[in-house]
């Protein structure tokens, strides 16, 4: 992929004698979204496995990430999503969870994350509350996620494995591609939602500047590395922890291998996991010596 994100990948400033190393933080608040960057390392990992998992237990490469993406948002933009539009995510698995997310932004959207457990009524509210006009998902989620819809302003459901009432996400595919819109630090990059102190859900907006610090942070505490095999349960809580912890590990050049609960140790030790994604108060990793960051659920 050509254009700005490439040469910002070729180019790093931290490779200037005498200046600090460029922090993610940096980058983004130079007019480079999260999803640019990702895409722009794409053309230097090539074949090596980004994502392994999802519904039919797909692997993409970097290469095959960056082709789906981009052919993803102009699917998505074909369907009407405009800029700074707001779509929903609800997803059982972190492959479906990276490609929903980077293909929105891809398009210019911004993805808000359906927090798992919510109940047909509260999902539907927030879809209402945030204006979204489309809802990413999958089974076994999609079925709430239609009845969701039908309460709400959602008039596209896409899914992605076989949902009567949903459009597949591969006929997205189908119309060409998209160069990755571009962004300002301001502009919001994700769009989860907590519970307020009355218990009602209200927004807690995420903007590109806040997600770069956020993923500046991770690579001090979190220490992935392009070697590492990530194993990753579902997607927990609000959705802000997970979303940072599964960029930063794509923008490492890890590979993310998506797992459930039940089959987590398995999964781990079929793929000689090295670190572990997991939810709070669930001891998945417990059987296997990887290294594990939690989220709270």
Known sequence: ??????????????????????TT????????????LL??????????RALIGGPDDHAYSYADLAATIQAAAAGLTWRGLHPRDVVGVQVPDATCYALATHSIRAAGGIPSPIAPGLSVPEIAGQLAD????????SPPLAAAGLAAADRSWVRQVISFAEAPGAILFDSLLQS?????????????????YIRGLDGALIPDALT??????????????????????????PPAGTGRAFTALLDHALLSGATVVSATLEG????????HGTVAI???????AAATSLRVLAIAS
């Open 208 to 233: 590109q500047q806040e997600l770069a610090v956020e993923l500046s942070a991770m690579a001090v505490t979190a220490h992935i590395a392009e070697h590492d095999i990530v194993v990753t349960a």
């Open 264 to 271: 987590f140790a398995a999964t781990a030790v079929a793929c």
């Open 1 to 22: 992929m050509a254009g700005p994100a490439g040469g910002a990948m070729a180019r790093p400033e931290s490779s200037l004698r005498g200046t600090r190393p460029m």
């Open 176 to 192: 060409g591609s998209l160069r990755p819109a571009g962004g300002r630090p301001g502009d919001e990059a994700l769009l989860p």
């Open 25 to 36: 933080a940096d980058t983004l608040a130079g007019g480079l979204t999260v999803t640019q």
């Open 39 to 48: 895409l722009g390392s794409a053309p230097v990992r090539g074949d090596r």
């Open 130 to 137: 945030c204006g979204a006009r489309m809802l990413l998902t």
């Open 278 to 284: 997991v939810p709070c108060r669930h001891d998945l």
